[in-house]
């Protein structure tokens, strides 16, 4: 007689085997793992050097030397590991810290920053290593090599700072992060180590952005003054209130733009001196002060500035930042789970510190789970690599350059069109929610709640009573855009609302003289997309895939849910068959 025990085995192995046919969903490898990756038109992917493991910064020598050996810019891993590439392509260890070692399981301490002073031959290295369990320890060491041009080698190495970065207790994710050295200042992001209240507190170095002089002292110029008290660290701060300011670029010691990690949010912000950017906890202060909001979260890991002109970019791209998103592979704060590794370009009109026109994507990734956070703008062009292996010998460093004649096969615009890529790409995320009833600076664009706002709206009298008066308007715009409230009002019922979608979206502010939504610039089939998924109310299984989704954004850890809840319904009847069968053979 068959026992329960070998039922119940049996059961979990068949949901095992379920679940692995249920991992469908992540996109195939290519061949070349480089055409994952969709790049505008014109411009050339080339693989620069290959066999990273979780590269976290490419930093340039300013003027390397002209000899192959030369070092040309250095490149770190995250688990400890300085590397020098040569002129020649050829890789190197430059140095490698002794206490850091790979964990068993990924974990996110490590090399968080790298940053030079070539007139000195030093590197400032920033990284943080295990503390008590739960925790970490930051800590900012200096390496010293040849001036000028560096070496192959770090002759010697030191830890400063102990007293300041060392004596804080961060969690193991929003530690000490990026740096940045223009002359005499040294400029360091800090995590806000899990204490949201150390973010709004400026007298400690939580959630900050720190300045110093390159005595480690208090940089000439920060708005709050020198102390003598030693729980007072307010001297070294130059902007407060951020969670993890991880994604940093300084135009001048006094210029520093930053891309904020919030939780189902993101930010980049040009960080004025004493300035608190608000992060309490939430996420409810980031439309203030911010060029830019990213909902759902795309968590910044870098921030280059490409000046007009570069010989590496198309001739007619107007410069601004370039800023490297992870994506969805750190996962817990997503607001929604389609967020994929991509680089957005940010037009800066830096003379006035704002927004010169529209974000947009400049590099996206369509393939299985991966995430990017080295990026670096090198004399020849984009560089940037893979956060996670490509392959066994792990991940390239690849190279982006305008050349029409060798351009690469996968375009921006051919990764698949979606609505959250849409919403996030013509900043309509910066106003609105996207998920859940709660309005922001404009109302939630959630589809369970959207189509019928709009119904009750846009059938009311009260709504053809606003036509009648903006027919009334004299200025030109509202004269041109009569056909559009015709065309509202000769609709009726459903139809009425993918009518007055499409008007708003093409003409905005047609039917509203009030308004102060900017116009997105929508292709034909992003408009399709967008009117589809704004006006589909989702089913209940449609719903609870979403709510599925929401928790669980990694294909992988769904596939794990899946698995159980499978294991459960067949042990479940596996049960019922096994007393069916004892009753039936009594």
Same mark, same amino acid.
């Given at each position: 007689?068959?026992?329960?025990?070998?039922?119940?085995?049996?059961?979990?192995?068949?949901?095992?085997?379920?679940?692995?046919?249920?991992?469908?969903?992540?996109?195939?490898?290519?061949?070349?793992?480089?055409?994952?990756?969709?790049?505008?038109?014109?411009?050339?992917?080339?693989?620069?050097?290959?066999?990273?493991?979780?590269?976290?910064?490419?930093?340039?020598?300013?003027?390397?030397?002209?000899?192959?050996?030369?070092?040309?810019?250095?490149?770190?891993?995250?688990?400890?590991?300085?590397?020098?590439?040569?002129?020649?392509? /050829?890789?190197?260890?430059?140095?490698?810290?002794?206490?850091?070692?790979?964990?068993?399981?990924?974990?996110?301490?490590?090399?968080?920053?790298?940053?030079?002073?070539?007139?000195?031959?030093?590197?400032?290295?920033?990284?943080?290593?295990?503390?008590?369990?739960?925790?970490?320890?930051?800590?900012?060491?200096?390496?010293?090599?040849?001036?000028?041009?560096?070496?192959?080698?770090?002759?010697?190495?030191?830890?400063?700072?102990?007293?300041?970065?060392?004596?804080?207790?961060?969690?193991?994710?929003?530690?000490?992060?990026?740096? $940045?050295?223009?002359?005499?200042?040294?400029?360091?992001?800090?995590?806000?180590?899990?204490?949201?209240?150390?973010? $709004?507190?400026?007298?400690?170095?939580?959630?900050?952005?720190?300045?110093?002089?390159?005595?480690?002292?208090?940089?000439?110029?920060?708005?709050?003054?020198?102390?003598? #008290?030693?729980?007072?660290?307010?001297?070294?701060?130059?902007?407060?209130?951020? /969670?993890?300011?991880?994604?940093?670029?300084?135009?001048?010691?006094?210029?520093?733009?930053?891309?904020?990690?919030?939780?189902?949010?993101?930010?980049?912000?040009?960080?004025?001196?004493?300035?608190?950017?608000?992060?309490?906890?939430?996420? #409810?202060?980031?439309?203030?002060?911010?060029?830019?909001?990213?909902?759902?979260?795309?968590?910044?890991?870098?921030?280059?500035?490409?000046?007009?002109?570069?010989?590496?970019?198309?001739?007619?791209?107007?410069?601004?930042?370039?800023?490297?998103?992870?994506?969805?592979?750190?996962?817990?704060?997503?607001?929604?789970? #389609?967020?994929?590794?991509?680089?957005?370009?940010?037009?800066?009109?830096?003379?006035?510190?704002?927004?010169?026109?529209?974000?947009?994507?400049?590099?996206?990734? /369509?393939?299985?789970?991966?995430?990017?956070?080295?990026?670096?703008?090198?004399?020849?062009?984009?560089?940037?690599?893979?956060?996670?292996?490509?392959?066994?010998?792990?991940?390239?460093?690849? /190279?982006?350059?305008?050349?029409?004649?060798?351009?690469?096969?996968?375009?921006?615009?051919?990764?698949?069109?979606?609505?959250?890529?849409?919403?996030?790409?013509?900043?309509?995320?910066?106003?609105?929610?996207?998920?859940?009833?709660?309005?922001?600076?404009?109302?939630?664009?959630?589809?369970?709640?959207?189509? #019928?706002?709009?119904?009750?709206?846009?059938?009311?009298?009260?709504?053809?009573?606003?036509?009648?008066?903006?027919?009334?308007?004299?200025?030109?715009?509202?004269?041109?855009?009569?056909?559009?409230?015709?065309?509202?009002?000769?609709?009726?019922?459903?139809?009425?609302?993918?009518?007055?979608?499409?008007?708003?979206?093409?003409?905005?502010?047609?039917?509203?003289?009030?308004?102060?939504?900017?116009?997105?610039?929508?292709?034909?089939?992003?408009?399709?997309?967008?009117?589809?998924?704004?006006?589909?109310?989702?089913?209940?299984?449609?719903?609870?895939?979403? $709510?599925?989704?929401?928790?669980?954004?990694?294909?992988?850890?769904?596939?794990?849910?899946?698995?159980?809840?499978?294991?459960?319904?067949?042990?479940?009847?596996?049960?019922?068959?096994?007393?069916?069968?004892?009753?039936?053979?009594?």
């Amino acid at each position: 007689m068959v026992k329960p025990s070998v039922i119940l085995f049996l059961s979990t192995l068949l949901a095992v085997l379920a679940g692995c046919a249920l991992a469908t969903d992540v996109p195939a490898v290519p061949e070349d793992p480089a055409l994952s990756w969709g790049v505008p038109e014109g411009y050339a992917v080339e693989k620069v050097a290959d066999g990273f493991q979780y590269l976290t910064n490419i930093v340039f020598v300013p003027e390397p030397g002209p000899n192959p050996d030369d070092v040309r810019f250095f490149a770190t891993e995250l688990y400890g590991r300085v590397l020098a590439v040569r002129n020649d392509g /050829r890789v190197e260890e430059f140095f490698n810290i002794p206490s850091l070692n790979s964990p068993e399981v990924f974990a996110e301490y490590g090399v968080h920053g790298l940053c030079l002073l070539p007139e000195h031959g030093t590197i400032y290295l920033t990284w943080s290593e295990p503390g008590r369990p739960g925790f970490a320890r930051s800590h900012l060491y200096i390496l010293q090599s040849v001036p000028g041009v560096f070496g192959p080698r770090a002759e010697r190495w030191e830890e400063i700072g102990a007293e300041l970065f060392d004596a804080v207790e961060t969690n193991t994710n929003h530690q000490i992060g990026p740096c $940045q050295v223009l002359g005499d200042v040294l400029i360091i992001g800090m995590g806000e180590g899990g204490k949201n209240d150390g973010s $709004q507190d400026p007298t400690n170095i939580y959630g900050k952005i720190l300045r110093f002089d390159l005595d480690l002292q208090p940089a000439s110029g920060n708005p709050y003054p020198p102390n003598a #008290d030693p729980d007072d660290d307010s001297e070294f701060v130059w902007a407060s209130g951020f /969670r993890n300011p991880y994604a940093l670029y300084a135009l001048t010691p006094e210029d520093i733009y930053v891309g904020d990690n919030g939780y189902k949010a993101d930010r980049f912000v040009y960080a004025q001196p004493g300035m608190n950017y608000g992060w309490d906890g939430t996420d #409810d202060f980031f439309p203030v002060a911010s060029l830019s909001v990213f909902t759902p979260s795309i968590a910044p890991t870098r921030l280059a500035f490409v000046p007009p002109g570069h010989p590496a970019f198309d001739p007619d791209f107007p410069g601004g930042f370039l800023l490297a998103a992870i994506g969805n592979l750190y996962y817990a704060a997503r607001a929604e789970p #389609d967020v994929s590794p991509s680089i957005f370009h940010l037009p800066v009109d830096t003379e006035s510190a704002s927004l010169a026109g529209q974000q947009e994507t400049f590099v996206s990734y /369509r393939g299985p789970l991966q995430g990017l956070v080295a990026m670096a703008l090198g004399p020849d062009g984009l560089y940037f690599s893979p956060f996670l292996p490509e392959s066994e010998s792990g991940s390239a460093i690849y /190279r982006l350059a305008y050349d029409p004649e060798h351009a690469h096969p996968t375009r921006v615009g051919e990764v698949p069109v979606t609505a959250d890529k849409v919403l996030i790409t013509e900043g309509c995320t910066g106003c609105h929610t996207t998920f859940g009833k709660e309005s922001r600076i404009g109302p939630s664009l959630d589809p369970a709640y959207l189509s #019928d706002r709009l119904r009750a709206r846009l059938n009311s009298p009260e709504y053809l009573a606003v036509l009648d008066a903006v027919d009334e308007e004299t200025d030109s715009f509202f004269q041109e855009s009569r056909p559009q409230r015709d065309a509202v009002r000769a609709s009726s019922g459903d139809a009425r609302l993918a009518v007055w979608l499409e008007a708003h979206l093409t003409v905005t502010g047609f039917d509203n003289p009030a308004s102060i939504m900017p116009r997105p610039a929508l292709t034909t089939r992003e408009l399709e997309v967008l009117r589809d998924y704004l006006l589909t109310e989702p089913s209940l299984i449609a719903y609870i895939k979403r $709510q599925v989704l929401f928790v669980y954004p990694v294909p992988e850890h769904r596939h794990l849910l899946y698995m159980l809840l499978l294991g459960i319904t067949i042990g479940w009847a596996g049960s019922r068959l096994w007393t069916l069968i004892r009753k039936n053979t009594r």
